[in-house]
């Protein structure tokens, strides 16, 4: 499975979440394996902090995506194991039949990795909430309950779903949360790297708020309410003269289709979490 194309768009004008991989780094230098879990509402940037990841360390990686229906441990396990026996060289020159039922192949790939590698041995697993729901008692992606010395699992997942990770190996959780001075400076830092590239335009682009640029990365800040996703769609709305202002009736009534159809699968994917809430 290539994610190139994923990767590519999430990480497109990426900004801060040093601190993020800092707290990573910090986990895995401090314990002896784990799952990590990184925790955050839809449209915060997850996706974008395990693309960066990709990107700098070049880690072994699985994208999940509900839209794209790529969300099943079949997948999953096919990817994961064969982008492990690439980069440690194992003794493997195809994947064995039935790999995709069980994570016991998966096991051995690490634990083979484990051995041969340097550093830790690190899977990147992004929306772990958007895999196809499990059977009782197994975990999400059949992911292996245990873990060998000098490897770990780094997942996103939104905040209010159960991971479903059978495991001793929990580390502590990195949340990212939308009112976080952490993830409000990384939003304000994306917001002002974006004017610094449509430099040539901020005089029309300003203009609205009367050619301040502080006052346009405030109201920048304030309307997005923490959210890199809210952002990633207005801003370009705003550039091609679709929106004037991140307030009022203009944006109700020309919310970019983007952002729109996003915001629709997401009350989807609620409505279908917890049937009863949306009953009425």
């Known amino acids: ?41 839809p449209g915060i940037g997850k996706s974008a902090i395990i693309a960066r990841m990709v990107e700098q360390r070049g880690w072994v990686h699985h994208f999940n995506s509900a839209p794209d ?59 772990l909430d958007e895999a196809e729901k499990p059977k009782p008692g197994v975990n999400r992606l059949f992911l292996p309950r245990t873990l060998p010395p000098n490897s770990f699992i780094v997942a996103t997942i939104r905040t209010n779903i159960k991971s479903r990770i059978d495991s001793p190996y929990h580390c502590t959780p990195i949340y990212v949360t939308e009112d976080g001075q952490n993830n409000l400076r990384d939003i304000e830092s994306y917001i002002r790297s974006w004017l610094d590239r449509h430099s040539r335009r901020q005089d029309v682009l300003l203009s609205p708020w009367g050619n301040d640029r502080e006052a346009f990365v405030q109201e920048a800040v304030e309307s997005s309410e923490g959210n890199f996703m809210y952002l990633r769609y207005i801003l370009p709305a705003l550039e091609a003269g679709h929106l004037n202002t991140f307030k009022g009736e203009e944006v109700k009534t020309k919310l970019p289709k983007g952002l729109s159809g996003y915001y629709e699968r997401h009350w989807s994917t609620m409505e279908a979490a917890d049937p009863q809430r949306f009953a009425s």
């Open 1 to 41: 499975q290539n994610f190139t194309h994923i990767i590519e768009d999430r990480t497109s004008n990426f900004a801060g979440r040093e601190w993020a991989f800092e707290a990573c780094d910090g986990l895995i230098k401090k314990e002896e394996r784990g799952y990590i879990l990184i925790r955050g509402e």
């Open 69 to 127: 229906n790529i969300r099943s441990p079949e997948l999953f396990l096919r990817n994961i194991c064969a982008q492990l026996i690439v980069k440690y060289n194992l003794h493997y020159e195809t994947l064995p039949q039935g790999v995709e039922r069980n994570s016991l192949f998966l096991s051995e790939l690490l634990q083979l990795a484990a051995t041969k590698s340097d550093g830790p041995v690190v899977l990147l697993v992004d929306a």
